[in-house]
């Protein structure tokens, strides 16, 4: 391939809803760290290395975003693009690189083009490796909503166009667990459009450690550079928003099976209460346990729903954007724009924004049962302790009663007990129980006499 360049096109999620204006998500910078370390490390240019220096949200090479506050342009550069120098290979030719860096909305991104230093410099898959792709892949640039690698090259009319494209593919993601999978083929501004995807084995539904691979083969000579450079910004909001809807629909279907993990404990739970309702000695202490366990469930419950409302907003804003840059693309080409970009709009957008809102349809009324099943034991729970209290309440209404009435007549029996002189005899048949005996029993049963007065005093004020 002649007039050849490989470009990187990375999107790290910046900032989310839950942030404040002037905070970041945790790993905010992880794409400029990573970029910098591939030019440490394979991408020897001294100004990839130095890339913290060059951008606006780096200070002394500390990471300080709200330095970006306040900015009317989406450069992180008061340059504009970056030219990192170049670097000599062992075929005699130098490989030049630029970066341009921006943040679009939310989201980091940067396109970082390595290209040879003359145009007729022919490109095969051997020289290649002077570029260093595997510096490039996901596992080294680690960005959080995916990337995008473009290799555009122009031929002769004669090329096996299909095989080429096959070859750089395969030697992009060489050495790697990556496995490239032709998705779509198609044309762009004239020329040859093969789209690849390289999942990863372990993870292929995450979009993180995924590689979106397109190779653009110009083999009619067409002004395809000149279209591409006037659609430059729309091009770059279009992979933005192609990776940010991959990445929101991968998160709607985590958030989905968590809520149904959830949805099926709440189940379990249910199944707990009805046993609890079928046992006439239910106890007031499993109910309680029971209800405890519900709020939090609710809560994450609840909180799962609400972020696939969000996602579903967010996917629905994306779409839109995604839409209103193929337009224009199209409009720069002449009316045409790959079909593929077509379908995906039409087809996987549309199917996927609908699956979300399904699946908040589906989840919706969880959240109505979790509220009744709270509810309904609270108010068993209630009821029981209210029952439990005026038991308690009567119990001692009734005990009141009893030994008040029996310590009146006990203070009246020792009143009279001095005047009782006779000496203690044996308890016989024949010999009559001391007075004091006499006391304690006449205590005694007035007192279950004033404890069944008591009982029905309570019953007649309960009925």
Excluded at 45 to 58: A, V
Excluded at 208 to 218: D, T
Excluded at 306 to 326: E, R
């Amino acid at each position: 391939m002649k007039n050849f360049s490989l470009s990187l096109y990375a999107f790290h999620l910046r900032h989310t809803l839950t942030e404040l204006p002037d905070e970041v998500v945790t790993d905010a910078n992880l794409l400029w760290e990573n970029l910098a370390k591939v030019g440490e490390n394979a991408l020897l240019f001294i100004g990839l290395k130095d890339l913290r220096s060059k951008l606006i949200c780096y200070q002394n090479n500390v990471y300080e975003p709200k330095r970006e506050q306040g900015r009317k342009t989406e450069w992180l550069t008061d340059a504009g693009s970056l030219d990192l120098g170049s670097l000599p290979t062992t075929d005699g030719f130098k490989i030049n690189a630029n970066l341009q860096p921006f943040l679009l909305n939310d989201t980091y991104a940067v396109d970082l083009t390595l290209f040879p230093e003359s145009p007729n410099i022919s490109i095969d898959i051997p020289k290649l490796q002077h570029f260093k792709p595997i510096s490039l892949l996901p596992a080294n640039i680690k960005p959080s909503l995916g990337q995008t690698l473009w290799i555009y090259g122009e031929v002769n009319p004669n090329e096996d166009c299909d095989a080429l494209a096959q070859q750089f593919t395969t030697a992009l993601v060489a050495g790697t667990n990556l496995n490239p999978v032709q998705i779509n083929k198609g044309e762009l501004f004239g020329s040859l459009l093969f789209e690849y995807q390289a999942l990863d084995p372990n993870e292929p539904d995450n979009p993180a450690k995924q590689c979106q691979i397109s190779i653009i083969i110009n083999n009619s000579q067409s002004s395809t550079v000149t279209l591409a450079e006037t659609a430059y910004d729309w091009l770059l909001n279009l992979l933005c928003s192609y990776h940010k809807i991959l990445y929101i629909y991968h998160l709607a279907r985590q958030r989905y099976r968590e809520a149904r993990t959830i949805y099926s404990d709440l189940e379990k739970k249910i199944q707990k209460f009805n046993s609890l309702q079928s046992n006439s000695q239910i106890q007031l202490t499993d109910l309680k346990s029971l209800m405890a366990e519900i709020p939090q469930k609710s809560f994450d419950y609840t909180q799962c729903l609400q972020d696939l409302q969000t996602h579903h907003t967010a996917i629905t804003t994306n779409i839109t954007n995604y839409k209103i840059c193929l337009d224009k693309i199209q409009t720069i080409g002449n009316g045409n724009s790959p079909q593929s970009w077509q379908d995906f709009l039409q087809k996987d957008c549309h199917k996927w924004q609908e699956q979300i809102q399904t699946d908040i349809n589906y989840l919706a009324p969880g959240k109505e049962l979790f509220g009744q099943l709270v509810d309904t034991i609270r108010g068993i729970v209630e009821t029981q302790q209210a029952e439990s209290d005026r038991s308690l309440e009567r119990t001692i209404q009734i005990l009141g009663i009893g030994f008040g009435g029996g310590a009146i007549i006990s203070s009246v029996v020792v009143q009279h007990i001095d005047k009782l002189n006779k000496p203690l005899a044996a308890i016989s048949p024949d010999n009559q129980p001391h007075p004091f005996y006499a006391s304690l029993l006449l205590s005694f049963f007035a007192t279950l006499l004033f404890i069944a007065l008591g009982w029905l005093i309570t019953k007649r004020s309960r009925t």
